[in-house]
């Protein structure tokens, strides 16, 4: 069981590192540069509106039927995303492989937490942090040798064997036992947040670059925006049983912890996202190098991830995630020291330090969220932390990609030396920003009893 979870696990560990050494091989062959963002974004956007919908039915039917349906999906979309033909036909892809993440990540998440206790969790997480190590590595490396020596489509394709054995492990080592009861399902609250979030996305990534801030289309996906994410608090207050059960919001260890989820996404993806783009486009580094100096960041993760058990057992959620966290200030600092003399070698480590604090942080506050709830809420909660995450990654891309791109636009559309390094500098500064807010929900946690398994407010 746990190797099918891990296997799981692996297919969107993998995904989150592969592309964004391929980006510049994607652009040379499709175009549309100023479009790349949307490949993270919409990726993102349909795991974050997709990922509590998936958890909320995870309550209801099972958590077996779910991560398979996610399984398919990102086959599809993978082998979609191998044939594509054109930037918006890769784009759509994409959406559809979120659509598959949105399932697969949290109910692994959440049947870890079914499966094993609080300080069993402490050794699993150790198993689970090794699968994002060896990805950490494998992703960057498959992608920059796909697109340095072969075809960047091989990076999606590749996905479709594990996709296959995933599938037939769970399958075969995965049974549970779930209480057939009739539910009303929120369809309401699943259609606003989809609008809402897209509209934001959308408003976000393209304001200043495809039309001003000030101008038409960007007033009105901000005013839709608004609009149905409103109504949709207002849906989720009244339903029967909410897509996201928003009273949870106010038990302040939920509050915290998904404030933290918040930004450890869109630390992942200020990161990840831009660098490799940072150290090709600015001082010509090969996609293979540049992949691994990102994959620093997701090999400091798992390694601090293992090691994070012992420390929340011993010192507390809060503690440990206070340390992770000014951890990963003190890296994304760093980054933002030295982005103006580009070199492969300084981003490593210092991406290596910011991944080594989120180690100590991410896993220690879902952990924290999991156990202060039944199964009942498990998925719910373990949902909300994910979506958060996802809406994290989302967001965050899209507003570097924003300022990024209305950079490169006041230096008239111009991708020099100067011009990518201030642009990229600008955003590892949001991500430093990002960083130090991270710290501060760290701080504001609640002390817990961690022995108990039940964490306090």
């Not at 609080?118 to 992608?143: D, N, T």
Request: proline share 4%; with cysteine.
């Amino acid at each position: 069981m746990l190797g099918a979870l891990m296997l799981a696990t692996g297919l969107i560990a993998i995904d989150a590192t592969i592309l964004a050494t391929a980006v510049p091989s994607v652009v040379a062959d499709l175009g549309q540069f100023d479009q790349f963002p949307w490949l993270f974004s919409v990726y993102l956007l349909a795991q974050a509106v997709s990922v509590p919908i998936y958890s909320k039915l995870s309550d209801t039917i099972g958590r077996k039927p779910i991560i398979l349906i996610g399984i398919g999906l990102f086959l599809v979309g993978s082998l979609l995303c191998g044939v594509a033909w054109s930037m918006t036909s890769l784009i759509l892809f994409r959406l559809v492989q979120g659509l598959g993440a949105g399932a697969a990540t949290p109910m692994a998440m959440t049947i870890v937490g079914d499966i094993y206790t609080v300080e069993e969790r402490a050794k699993v997480q150790g198993y689970i942090a090794s699968v994002w190590a060896v990805s950490s590595v494998l992703g960057p490396a498959l992608g920059g040798v796909f697109s340095q020596f072969a075809s960047w489509r091989g990076i999606f394709l590749i996905n479709i064997p594990l996709c296959i054995a995933a599938g037939w492990m769970l399958v075969r080592a995965y049974h549970e036992q779930v209480e057939r009861r009739r539910h009303r399902i929120d369809y309401a609250g699943a259609a606003l947040l989809t609008i809402g979030m897209s509209a934001l996305i959308l408003a976000v990534l393209e304001g200043g670059s495809a039309w001003a801030w000030t101008a038409p289309p960007s007033i009105a996906a901000f005013s839709i925006a608004g609009v149905a994410l409103v109504a949709f608090a207002l849906v989720e207050r009244r339903a029967a049983e909410p897509i996201i059960d928003l009273s949870l919001l106010g038990r302040r260890l939920i509050l915290t912890t998904t404030l933290v989820a918040l930004s450890v996404g869109a630390l992942l993806t200020g990161i990840t996202s831009f660098a490799p783009t940072y150290l090709e486009n600015s001082i010509g580094t090969v996609p293979l190098l540049s992949g691994l100096a990102v994959a620093a960041l997701t090999l400091g993760w798992p390694l601090a991830a293992s090691n994070s058990g012992r420390l929340y057992l011993r010192w507390g959620f809060r503690t440990t995630t206070v340390i992770g966290a000014a951890i990963s200030l003190a890296g994304a600092a760093g980054l933002v020291a030295v982005a103006p003399w580009p070199n492969p070698f300084l981003v490593a480590l210092t991406a290596f330090v910011v991944g080594f604090g989120l180690g100590w942080t991410a896993a220690p506050t879902l952990i924290a969220a999991q156990a202060s709830v039944g199964w009942g809420e498990r998925g719910v909660v373990t949902g909300l932390n994910a979506f958060s995450r996802s809406v994290g990654s989302a967001v965050g891309v899209a507003i570097f990609g924003a300022v990024a791109n209305g950079i490169i636009a006041a230096g008239e559309g111009e991708h020099d030396y100067d011009t990518i390094v201030a642009a990229s500098t600008w955003v590892f500064v949001g991500v430093a920003v990002t960083a130090a807010l991270m710290l501060a929900a760290a701080i504001a946690m609640p002390r817990e009893r961690v022995a108990s398994g039940e964490p306090t407010d």
